[in-house]
């Protein structure tokens, strides 16, 4: 698979899914996932989209397969997030893609599309607050006095389990998807996690918003402590070219509990900008 390698960066991986017709040379969807997580968290949606878009899926610096050779305490900011983010659109060999990034992905997303309109196609956000409010994070400490004291008490795994069962999934959820989301989520490095929390908690995209020039899809849950609805407001005031929709649902990872649903829209809102047919 491949990997991008940058003299004084870190090593950056991500995975190709393409059964596009070659001919084609169809446009590409790049899909980033949120804190903690891994391009492994996007499974469920190359299906619905792989037979019409070469499917990218990267991991974020520190995180999957990408290295943790670099300092956490200076690498984790916007500038090198989205630096990353075109190396992998340079290596790909394009010049543009359709970005889709859920919760923290799509936070990077706004802020790469603000700085990089000429890169991004379509902007498509999953579950993606503008910020951290104050209330969210004093809930995600679950008992602790700080992110880093709950993140080093109960482990990337251990915190995993315990958003479960907080704001991560509805309940009737399969069991066997919790307990795969927290295997996977307990692979994460802690001073990574440790790392990657300062700056999601302090990152606000609301000054970016007027400067993305992509049409936006918004998919959010029709009920989350994290996309509330000022922060809807704020992106109806601050976008120019905004579709919303919004799906059934108390609980914030719709990529992984309503993945048809969601890909399904992302799918349609690219093929409408590039005038593909999405259907034989």
Same mark, same amino acid.
């Given at each position: 698979? +491949? ?15 393409? %059964? ?5 040379? @169809? ?12 391009? #492994? $968290?996007?499974?469920?949606? /190359? +299906? %619905? ?6 499917? /990218?899926?990267? =991991?974020?610096?520190? *995180? ?31 010049? =543009? ?10 936070? *990077?997303?706004?802020?790469? @599309?603000? #700085? %990089? ?19 969210? /994070? ?12 709950? *993140? !080093? ?20 959820? =399969?069991?066997?998807?919790? =307990?795969?989301?927290?295997?996977? #989520? ?10 990657? #929390?300062?700056?999601?908690?302090? @990152?606000?995209?609301? +000054? ?11 998919? %959010? ?22 579709? $919303? ?20 829209? /992302? ?11 999405? !259907?034989?």
């Amino acid at each position: 698979m +491949p990997i991008v390698s940058r003299k004084g960066k870190p090593d950056l991986y991500y995975e190709i899914d393409d %059964y596009t017709d070659p001919w084609k040379n @169809a446009p590409v969807i790049l899909l980033q996932h949120g804190y903690g997580r891994s391009s #492994q $968290f996007w499974y469920s949606w /190359v +299906p %619905y989209l792989s037979r019409y878009y070469k499917v /990218v899926r990267t =991991d974020l610096r520190g *995180l999957g397969r990408s290295s943790k050779d670099f300092d956490l305490a200076t690498g984790f900011t916007a500038e090198e997030y989205l630096g990353d983010i075109e190396a992998i659109i340079n290596d790909l060999g394009v010049e =543009d893609v359709h970005y889709c990034g859920e919760s923290t992905g799509g936070i *990077l997303g706004m802020l790469f @599309a603000a #700085q %990089y309109p000429h890169r991004v196609r379509t902007l498509n956000l999953i579950s993606a607050p503008l910020f951290i409010n104050k209330e969210t /994070v004093g809930r995600g400490n679950f008992g602790h006095d700080s992110g880093e004291a709950m *993140l !080093r008490k109960l482990g990337s795994r251990g915190y995993s389990l315990a958003k479960n069962t907080a704001d991560r999934f509805p309940q009737g959820t =399969d069991p066997g998807l919790m =307990d795969w989301f927290s295997e996977e #989520q307990g692979k994460s490095d802690v001073e990574v996690m440790i790392a990657m #929390q300062k700056f999601v908690r302090s @990152a606000d995209t609301r +000054p970016f918003l007027p400067k993305i020039e992509a049409p936006v899809l918004v998919i %959010y849950p029709s009920h989350d402590t994290h996309t509330t609805p000022d922060q809807e407001e704020a992106l109806r005031r601050g976008v120019r070219k905004l579709s $919303f929709v919004h799906l059934p649902s108390t609980s914030h990872n719709l990529h992984c509990t309503q993945p048809a649903r969601c890909a399904t829209h /992302v799918l349609h809102f690219a093929a409408q900008y590039d005038g593909i047919p999405c !259907r034989e």
